[in-house]
Every structure is written in structure tokens, then in C-alpha cells.
């Protein structure tokens, strides 16, 4: 099945990196890149967020927007909480973190991606009501997967960053967004 911004469920969706300040890394995006609109979230804490087993409420803004078909995401954590994008000690790492792919079947991926030995990072529910999981594949690869729960209410999301990304002047280069 294609998605309706171009992608098929089970490919990659999005590629993210964590970033020191959102406002500066969509700037360079845009001026250097060409990449936009951003659609900014935040900052917000996740309300179902679970890292590594635990509750976990880390303070974050995230900015999406499309360069093509695939998402980018730009992840800024406010706080020194422990959490998937700051962990353990020491200076926090900038950079690319993890790829995200929809799936049609959750539970399913997520049992294989445990059967990979792919432990559980972080899990969470967005505001669209899908539920999201960051599985550890960094002993294989170098990021995490993010799997996204395949719901219309998630996908209409994704459409509307998408939708605005096609010829995009240049105006307006980040927009709020609560979801």
C-alpha cells in the first residue's frame, strides 16, 4: 500500500536528527537546503511517553517538513532528563538519530524487531492516537527505528506537511502545529 504523501507502509518515512536549537537547524535546512515549510510542535513532554521500561516526560520541540516524499525531523530536548535522544552520561550527541516507518500490523513489528534483539527504547502515543515505538537496532545500524502505528488520523498528518511542502515559496518557513 502507498501512502498518500508517496511512500509505501513499511518503507521509510522520515529521517530524524537531534539538534542543539530548532530554530537554527530549520534556518540552515532552509537557507542551505531548501527544505520547507517546518511544522513546530512543542515544547511539549510526552504524557504516555516510556523510556527503556519507565515513565518518561523529557521536554521536546520537534520540526517536520517533507524534501520529497520523506520527512525530515529535527528533535530539540530542553531539559537534561534521561531519555531516548540523552542518554546516559556526558555531553549530549547532535545527529542523526533514527528512521521511521508506518506499519499496518504494530504488534507484529514490534515482535519481530524483539525476536531481532532490538529492545524496546522509547514508546509513546501521539496526539493522533497512534501509538509509536523507537526500537535499539544500533548494535546492526547506525540509528534507532521508529514505528509508527498506521492510522488515518496519522497519515492525514503527514499529508498535510507534505501537501505543503510542494512548491513551497519560501514563506512562512516554520508554522505551529499541536500535533
Given amino acids: ?48 511517553g516510556r523510556y527503556r521500561g519507565e515513565p518518561s516526560q523529557p521536554l521536546l520541540t ?5 524534501s520529497g516524499h520523506a520527512m525530515v525531523e529535527l528533535i530539540e530536548q530542553h531539559d537534561d532528563l534521561p531519555s531516548v535522544f540523552h542518554e546516559g ?11 521511521a516507518v508506518f506499519s499496518d500490523d504494530f504488534e507484529a513489528d514490534l515482535k519481530r ?21 523507537y526500537v535499539d537496532s544500533t548494535p546492526e545500524l547506525p540509528g534507532m527505528i521508529e514505528i509508527v502505528e498506521h492510522t488515518g488520523d496519522q ?10 511542502s510542494i512548491g513551497w515559496d519560501g514563506s512562512e518557513p516554520m508554522r505551529r502545529r499541536d500535533r
Fill in 1 to 48: 500500500m502507498t501512502l498518500s504523501f508517496g511512500q509505501p507502509v513499511g518503507g521509510l518515512v522520515q529521517y530524524a536528527y537531534v539538534v542543539a536549537d530548532i530554530e537554527r537547524s530549520v534556518g540552515e535546512f532552509v537557507d542551505r537546503l531548501g527544505v520547507g515549510p517546518w511544522f513546530v510542535r512543542g515544547p511539549f513532554r510526552p504524557l504516555a
Fill in 62 to 66: 520537534l520540526a517536520r517538513a517533507f
Fill in 89 to 99: 552520561e556526558g555531553p549530549r550527541r547532535y545527529g542523526f538519530h533514527h528512521w
Fill in 113 to 133: 524487531h524483539a525476536e531481532l534483539g532490538h529492545d524496546e527504547a522509547f514508546a509513546d502515543v501521539l496526539p493522533s492516537g497512534a501509538r509509536i515505538a
Fill in 155 to 164: 497519515e492525514r498528518v503527514y499529508d498535510e506537511i507534505y501537501r505543503a
